[in-house]
């Protein structure tokens, strides 16, 4: 069993960075595959970014490539997402979660979810 819990989310203004965390309890951090999702008022949840087990590569949605960064550390049993260049579009509710297998977390069907952070973005 592995329990998730998402922060640094905040008010910023459009074209500020934030970081968010992603602390997980449990020795098992480093075994699965590492995502992070959002989900904006009214819309679907989506996924942002997959990372493997080892950190060693990671996987981007179209919508975030280039902007978004996501890292784990999995001595700290943590997972990052840099976030840079925000837009008032990148306001949404974040989460991570932690699956078997990449697949699991593109097809939003993880084995473990965290809880949400709240990002807004003012223009």
């Known amino acids: 069993q592995i329990q998730l819990v998402a922060s640094g989310g905040g008010l910023v203004q459009a074209g500020d960075s934030l970081r968010l965390s992603c602390a997980a309890s449990?020795?098992?951090?480093?075994?699965?595959?590492m995502g992070w999702f959002r989900q904006a008022p009214g819309k679907e949840r989506e996924f942002l970014s997959g990372?493997?087990?080892?950190?060693?590569?990671?996987y981007y949605a179209d919508s975030v490539k280039g902007r978004f960064t996501a890292s784990r550390d999995n001595a700290e049993n943590t997972l990052y997402l840099r976030m840079s260049s925000l837009t008032p579009e990148d306001t949404a509710v974040y989460y991570c979660?932690?699956?078997?297998?990449?697949?699991?977390?593109?097809?939003?069907?993880?084995?473990?979810w965290g809880q949400g952070t709240q990002v807004t973005v003012s223009s």
């Open positions: 979660a932690a699956a078997r297998s990449l697949l699991m977390l593109e097809v939003l069907n993880p084995d473990h």
């Open positions: 449990g020795r098992t951090f480093s075994a699965y595959a």
């Open positions: 990372t493997i087990a080892s950190g060693n590569s990671t």
